[in-house]
């Protein structure tokens, strides 16, 4: 007789409090069990050191006809450590909310490797900038130029040596082509401004942050979606990226980008 021997199954609840165990004591304000009660899942993505890229849907209003979609991402760069702690605060007021007006996917930390390198760092465990991974046109000619001559080869900003070489971009990549969103919301730290690229109204101001273009780089997600897939990308630079915006700043930052997107975001793909 042959035994068979049957792989364990995981619980989603189970591998979800194992991530939390590992992000939580690196994020500024976030607790193990508000990350637990999130109900992230995990993803078909990994970083290349297989951690899996957690996200999150969130169920509609069927009574809205023309739904936007909104792609949600945090933690692109694993040292703007508010960057992911802040979407985390907001994935609390949807679970709180219940149904939405939009149709949501949140990544609230798309480098992890990068969080939980003994000292987090920009980049990823590969030493790639992931916003400068992207396959922007002429990237081969560009990325790479535009890193040795603007940065004097900046190792926080290396591209790679090929566009969407990393796991992680990838997945970013995939996941823009499948969930085809109508806007993606992208949250950084340190500038404390907004940002847009592609065709959309820029907002005057989320909360305290104002717009204020900081500027379009070779392989970055706002050059290639929003530039060249005409998705708008909204990327949304706190202040700090380690010391937390106060409650009410977060809500009002929150409260702001939903009349942004309600008044200027049409729904393309339905």
């Given at each position: 007789m042959h035994s068979t021997v049957r792989a364990e199954v995981v619980p989603?609840?189970?591998k979800l409090h194992q991530w939390c165990k590992q992000v939580t004591p690196r994020l500024p304000k976030v607790s193990l069990?508000?990350?637990?009660?999130?109900?992230l899942a995990p993803?078909?993505?990994?970083?290349?050191?297989?951690?899996?890229?957690?996200?999150?849907?969130?169920?509609?209003?069927?009574h809205i006809k023309k739904v936007r979609r909104v792609l949600l991402i945090g933690?692109?760069?694993?040292?703007?450590?508010?960057?992911?702690?802040?979407?985390?605060?907001w994935l609390a007021a949807m679970s709180k909310s219940g149904v939405q007006?939009?149709?949501?996917?949140?990544?609230?930390?798309?480098?992890?490797?990068?969080?939980l390198a003994a000292k987090s760092t920009r980049v990823n465990a590969r030493g790639v900038d992931l916003n400068r991974n992207f396959p922007t046109p002429d990237w081969d000619k560009e990325a790479l130029q535009y890193w040795?001559?603007?940065?004097?080869?900046?190792?926080?900003?290396?591209?790679?040596?090929?566009?969407?070489?990393?796991?992680?971009?990838?997945?970013?990549?995939?996941?823009?082509?499948?969930?085809?969103?109508?806007?993606?919301?992208?949250?950084?730290?340190?500038?404390?401004v907004l940002d847009l690229d592609g065709p959309a109204q820029p907002p005057t101001r989320f909360?305290?942050?104002?717009?204020?273009?900081?500027?379009?780089?070779?392989?970055?997600?706002?050059?290639?979606?929003?530039?060249?897939?005409?998705?708008?990308?909204?990327?949304?630079?706190?202040?700090?990226?380690?010391v937390m915006p106060?409650?009410?700043?977060?809500?009002r930052i929150w409260q702001d980008m939903q009349i942004w997107i309600r008044q200027h975001i049409s729904a393309r793909k339905n």
């Open positions: 989603a609840t189970v069990n508000e990350c637990v009660l999130s109900k993803s078909d993505g990994r970083s290349f050191k297989a951690i899996p890229l957690m996200t999150r849907d969130f169920p509609i209003d069927p933690g692109i760069h694993g040292d703007e450590k508010t960057a992911t702690a802040v979407v985390f605060k007006e939009f149709q949501w996917k949140v990544a609230p930390l798309v480098n992890p490797d990068g969080l040795a001559k603007k940065t004097k080869s900046d190792p926080r900003r290396f591209p790679g040596k090929k566009p969407i070489s990393e796991p992680e971009s990838k997945w970013i990549h995939d996941t823009i082509k499948s969930f085809q969103p109508d806007v993606i919301i992208s949250v950084h730290a340190p500038f404390g909360g305290r942050l104002h717009f204020n273009r900081v500027g379009v780089y070779p392989g970055s997600l706002g050059n290639y979606s929003g530039m060249h897939q005409d998705i708008p990308v909204l990327t949304i630079e706190l202040p700090h990226a380690l106060s409650p009410s700043e977060i809500a």
